[in-house]
C-alpha cells in the first residue's frame, strides 16, 4: 500500500482513553485481569478487534472535530456503534490494523473511511474515504470466509482509489 502520495490524517490515542477500552473489553469478555485473556484465544482476537475498531472510531470524531461517541451507550452496549454524519450522509468507519486487508461490512453507509490502526503505538491514519457505489466496484467477495459473507460485502485492496480524507467535508 503505497501512502505517500496522499495526505493522511494521523491520531494518537491517549493511554487513558486505552485504559478505558480496556477495561470496556475485559468487561464484555467476563474478565477481570488481562492475564487471563492469554488463557482464551478467542478474547485475545475480540480484544484486539475492539481496541482496532474503538481507535478508529476515536481517529474519525478527533478529524471531524464534533462528539459522535456516547462513552455511556459504549459501556452499556458491547455491540454499540457511533453514528457519523457529515451533509446528511452516514459514515462508517473501515478499521484495519498492518498486515490485514478491510473487510466492508454489510450496513447502509453512504460514505466509507478506511483508517489504518496501530494497536501497539495506539495511532492511527485516517487514509482516505469513498462512497459506496464507487468501493462496491473495488471489493471482493470471493476473498472472505464463508463465516464472514454473512456479515461483510468483500474485502478491499484498491487503496489508490481513495480520496484524500481532507476532500471529505467537500463531498
Not at 503505538?121 to 466496484?137: E, V, Y
Not at 484498491?158 to 471529505?168: A, Q, V
Amino acid at each position: 500500500m503505497n501512502l505517500e502520495s496522499k495526505s493522511t490524517f494521523k491520531v494518537k490515542v491517549e493511554y487513558v482513553k486505552y485504559e478505558w477500552l480496556k477495561s470496556l473489553a475485559l468487561k464484555n469478555l467476563g474478565i477481570k485481569n488481562i492475564n487471563h485473556l492469554r488463557d482464551r484465544f478467542e478474547g485475545q482476537v475480540y480484544f484486539n478487534n475492539f481496541l482496532v475498531r474503538s481507535y478508529g472510531e476515536i481517529a474519525l470524531e478527533r478529524f471531524l472535530g464534533t462528539p459522535h461517541i456516547d462513552a455511556g451507550r459504549k459501556e452499556a452496549d458491547r455491540n454499540y456503534t457511533p453514528a457519523f454524519n457529515l451533509n446528511s450522509q452516514k459514515i462508517i468507519v473501515v478499521a484495519f490494523g498492518f498486515g490485514e486487508t478491510p473487510k466492508i461490512p454489510k450496513r447502509e453507509f453512504d460514505i466509507a473511511v478506511f483508517i489504518l490502526v496501530n494497536l501497539e503505538n495506539r495511532t492511527c491514519d485516517i487514509l482516505g474515504f469513498m462512497n459506496r457505489q464507487k468501493l462496491i466496484q473495488f471489493i471482493d467477495s470471493k476473498l472472505l470466509s464463508p463465516l464472514d459473507e454473512k456479515s461483510h460485502l468483500g474485502v478491499f485492496k484498491t487503496f489508490h482509489e481513495l480520496l484524500p480524507i481532507n476532500e471529505l467535508s467537500l463531498y
